[in-house]
C-alpha cells in the first residue's frame, strides 16, 4: 500500500522556471491538499480539492496552480519559481471530505530549492 | 481569519520528566489533530479529537480538548529520549462547507537524558 507519494523529493530551480511537483494517493481519497513548510511557520495550506474537478485556495495560493483530473493525482505547479518559494512542500490527503472527522495522510514531502 | 497557538515553540526537558503543550485556537472548531515530524521526516499522526472533552492515551503522550476554551493540550508523562521530535497541532475552519487544515507553528521537543 503506497499511500501518498510525491515526487521528486529533491529540486534546485533557477528563478523563473517553471515545473510540477506530483502527488498521487491510491487510498482512493476525495479531500487532497498542499501544503509548504518553512522554518518557525508551521505549515501553511497552499490549495486544497474536495474531490476530482473541484479545487479552491488555502492560506497562500500566490504563484501556484494546481488541478485534480482524477481522484488519484493531485499535481502543483510552480508558473515562474521564486527564491520565496523555497521550501519543503507536502502533499496530504483526507478519508473524509466534510467534515474532516480522520487524521490527514502525508506524503514524504519535497524540498525545493530556487536560486 | 483562524490563528492556531503553540507554546513552548522550544521545549528541552530530562528525561524522566512531565510536561505538557498547550495549543490555543483563535475560532469555533470541536476538531483538533496532534502530529509528530521527525526531523527530514513527514508528519505521523497522533490523535484525532472530535468533541469538546475529549481525552486521548497512546503510550507516554495524552491529549485533551476544551472547545470552550479553545484549547488543546499534548501531555508527556516520563519523557523518554525517543519522542524527541516537533509536535503539531492542526484545526478545521468551514470554508462555505469545505473544510481547511490549519496548523500551528509547532513545538520542537528535546528530551535530554
Known amino acids: 500500500n503506497a499511500g501518498v507519494t510525491q515526487t521528486p523529493k529533491f529540486q534546485v530551480l533557477k528563478t523563473g522556471q517553471s515545473m510540477t511537483l506530483q502527488c498521487a494517493q491510491d487510498m482512493n481519497h476525495e479531500y487532497m491538499s498542499w501544503y509548504r513548510q518553512d522554518p518557525g511557520m508551521g505549515l501553511r495550506l497552499i490549495h486544497y480539492?474536495?474531490?476530482?474537478?473541484?479545487?479552491d485556495q488555502g492560506e497562500v495560493p500566490n504563484g501556484y496552480n494546481v488541478s485534480r483530473s482524477t481522484t488519484e493525482d493531485f499535481p502543483l505547479r510552480l508558473l515562474s519559481a521564486a527564491p520565496s518559494q523555497t521550501s519543503v512542500y507536502f502533499c496530504?490527503?483526507?478519508?473524509?471530505?466534510?467534515?474532516?472527522?480522520?487524521?490527514?495522510?502525508f506524503g514524504q514531502g519535497t524540498r525545493l530549492t530556487v536560486v | 481569519e483562524l490563528k492556531v497557538e503553540q507554546n513552548p515553540l522550544f521545549l528541552s526537558m530530562q528525561e524522566g520528566k512531565n510536561y505538557t503543550i498547550y495549543c490555543n485556537y483563535s475560532?469555533?472548531?470541536?476538531?483538533l489533530y496532534w502530529y509528530r515530524q521527525d526531523p527530514g521526516k513527514s508528519l505521523e499522526s497522533l490523535f484525532v479529537l472530535l468533541s469538546n472533552g475529549a481525552v486521548k492515551q497512546e503510550g507516554r503522550l495524552m491529549a485533551s480538548l476544551d472547545t470552550k476554551a479553545r484549547l488543546s493540550t499534548l501531555h508527556i508523562t516520563a519523557a523518554v529520549h525517543d519522542l524527541s521530535a516537533t509536535y503539531f497541532c492542526a484545526v478545521t475552519v468551514s470554508n462555505f462547507g469545505n473544510e481547511k487544515l490549519t496548523f500551528g507553528t509547532g513545538t520542537r521537543l528535546t528530551i535530554i537524558p
Open positions: 480539492s474536495v474531490g476530482a474537478g473541484i479545487t
Open positions: 496530504a490527503s483526507n478519508p473524509d471530505r466534510d467534515p474532516l472527522n480522520t487524521e490527514a495522510f
Open positions: 475560532t469555533t472548531s470541536d476538531r
